[in-house]
């Protein structure tokens, strides 16, 4: 969601960038031409795809930007409920899930801990873990990820991913046998070790939605751009009993609305200008069929 922050302060954490005298300048009229636009997006795909049955959030502050994301925006129509973790990020960002109760039962929820503090590093997001019954009577299995910023591409950065991939590593063995899928921003492309080796290697679990061919690689596809060059840092992983559910694999989702005249995607801020966009990360789409 690009740093969905609301405009008011909030105690123990530094949002004081995205506040109307911080230096964003955010204020009411930026904050909810942001909501607008994130559900014009979440109308698109209603339009190709039917209304998701859940969508995973990444940078989001926490209730108030949910809430008015739910109700008060245009988003509004398609009656979705939410839950979200209660992480201890610096920033005081989270992840969150959309859901429509009439489909999807949410019956339990909490917040995996990634172990940053015991090993000397910053408080990172935490994993939202979310147990469900879809309307078909399937119990579903959930996480939304937000893993550590690759930010410098330091040891110490290589090193806390990896403490987050293996917190859900953890998570996905013990419920291997069961519908379960992981969704969010991994900040890891496919051929990084803290992708490559924890979380589809072979003796793991999880196994990637999105299909990873050395020709398709070599074409400007993928959910993020660095520097002119394309890949995919946001994932959608699942067990082995889910994936034969899927239909096809994950594809990002985007319209002319969502990119810049260059054809990428068309941020809320570039450095500090605010450009009024969506996001600097391009959705991530897969559907799978229920009995």
Known sequence: MENLFDTVHAEGFRDTDFLPDGPNAWNSYRYWNKLHHLSKVMAAMSEDYGPPVFLGLCEVEGDTCLRDLTQRSALRHLGYDYVVARGADERGVQTALLFQPMLFRVVASRSVRVPSREHRLRATRDILYVKGVLYSGDTLHLAVVHFPSRRGGSRKADRHRMLAAAALRHLADSL??????????????????????????????????????????????????????????????????????????????????????????????????????????????VEFTVP
């Open 176 to 285: 291997s046998s069961c519908l379960f899928m992981a969704m969010g921003d991994f900040n890891a492309y496919p051929s990084d070790p803290v992708f490559r080796r924890m979380l589809t290697e072979k003796t793991s679990s999880l196994r990637s939605a999105v299909t990873q061919k050395k020709k398709r690689l070599r074409s400007p596809e993928g959910t993020y751009c660095y520097r002119g060059e394309w890949g995919y840092l946001d994932h959608i992983l699942v067990t082995e009993s889910f994936r034969r559910r899927l239909c096809g694999e994950a594809l990002p989702f985007k319209r002319p609305f969502m990119l810049t005249p260059e054809g990428l995607p068309l941020r809320s801020f570039q450095g500090p200008v605010w450009r009024g966009g969506f996001s600097d990360h391009l959705p991530l789409v």
